[in-house]
């Protein structure tokens, strides 16, 4: 079991920078790889970002790719999501959630989740 707590969000004009954090909870941190969702009103909750347990493997959805970098410390049981060059399209509630490492860094199908945590960018 894993419990996870999000951070960071808030209000941002567009062309701004936030940093969403994660902090993990429970059993071993480095056991899982993390992710970061977000749903934006109206839409389905779509995969943003993933870091496999060391950090080695990361993937991105394309339309964030050159602004947003996800980055993990295991150390500090944390997750981060740093997001640059803001748009107002970026504009939703952003999750963070977790899965048992395995061979592939999967974008869906994850088992833990976060409260979320609210981005918005105005325009």
């Known amino acids: 079991q894993v419990q996870l707590v999000e951070s960071g969000g808030g209000v941002v004009q567009a062309g701004g920078s936030l940093r969403l954090s994660c902090a993990a909870s429970?059993?071993?941190?480095?056991?899982?790889?993390m992710g970061w969702f977000r749903q934006a009103p109206g839409k389905e909750r779509e995969f943003v970002a993933a870091i496999n347990w060391n950090g080695g493997y990361i993937k991105y959805v394309d339309s964030v790719k050159g602004r947003f970098t996800i980055s993990r410390d295991n150390a500090k049981n944390t997750v981060y999501l740093r997001m640059n060059s803001l748009k107002p399209e970026d504009t939703a509630v952003y999750y963070c959630?977790?899965?048992?490492?395995?061979?592939?860094?999967?974008?869906?199908?994850?088992?833990?989740w976060g409260q979320g945590t609210q981005v918005t960018v105005s325009s």
């Open positions: 429970g059993q071993s941190f480095s056991a899982y790889d």
């Open positions: 959630a977790a899965r048992k490492t395995e061979w592939v860094l999967r974008t869906s199908s994850y088992d833990y």
